[in-house]
């Protein structure tokens, strides 16, 4: 579904994202981890159009996106969900909901969307009327993906959705997404600073270091990596 090659991304002097290459198959959880700074958010970013890049190759079903405006790529299946969850505050919930729903095809299906979006988390439904920007951080993260997904997408991107969050509103979210990639069908790109839980969710990961991919392969492979254990799991 999604395939990158040779990407790079700069800020100026600064190398974001040097010679990166993913790949995500259709219905696949794939986990990008790595430290602060390493290039994730960026990725995501120039995934979906709003960065630049200076070099490489973004292919969507075959199809070479990468000089496609960000409007162009969400029209194609593409959500992101991005860090710091960037509510419309002053929305209510439903409203924000509303706003993912922009294609023709997510207008045409959003009362299906909204029954699933309740379903998986049934806060929202009962806060539907309520402003966004009054909601708690764990709430507000539910909105975010809610949101992503009324778009009706192929291809979800969620960037750190545990961050800031209390352990137990994070498992909680993370339960939500792990039953997304079970039972929709939409493949999952996901950013997560938990990085245990994201290595043994995923059905691929990717380890990003100074922006450069430093490790990749199946989740039963990484997990028991030793590199893995000792600078991400404490082991």
Do not use: W
């Not at 190398?15 to 981890?33: E, F, K, P, T, W």
């Not at 924000?96 to 009362?111: C, H, I, S």
């Not at 991107?157 to 069908?185: N, T």
């Not at 691929?204 to 100074?210: D, M, P, T």
């Amino acid at each position: 579904m999604l395939r990158i090659s040779g990407l790079n991304v700069s800020y100026g002097d600064l190398h974001a994202l040097v010679d990166v290459s993913i790949q995500v198959g259709d219905g696949a959880l794939v986990a990008i981890v790595g430290a602060n700074g390493a290039g994730k958010s960026t990725l995501f970013k120039a995934i979906s159009g709003t960065v630049p890049t200076l070099s490489g190759d973004i292919f969507f079903d075959g199809r070479n996106i990468s000089a496609l405006r960000p409007c162009d790529r969400a029209r194609l299946g593409i959500a992101h969900v991005p860090e710091g969850r960037q509510v419309f505050s002053s929305l209510t919930v439903l409203e924000n909901l509303e706003m993912g729903a922009q294609t023709p095809q997510a207008r045409a299906g959003f009362k299906a969307s909204l029954e699933h979006i309740y379903g998986l988390f049934p806060r929202l439904a009962e806060r539907r009327a309520q402003l966004a920007g009054t909601l708690s951080g764990g709430e507000q993260q539910m909105v975010a993906i809610g949101r992503g997904l009324a778009s009706m997408p192929r291809l979800l991107m969620l960037d750190e959705p545990s961050m800031g969050l209390a352990p137990a509103i994070a498992d909680a979210i993370f339960d939500r997404i792990e039953q997304i990639h079970r039972e929709s069908g939409i493949a999952i790109l996901l950013v997560e600073q938990r990085v245990a839980e994201a290595l043994e969710a995923c059905d691929v990961g990717y380890v990003l270091e100074s922006g450069r991919i430093a490790l990749e392969g199946p989740h039963d492979v990484l997990i028991k990596d030793k590199r893995i254990k000792q600078a991400y799991l404490g082991m």
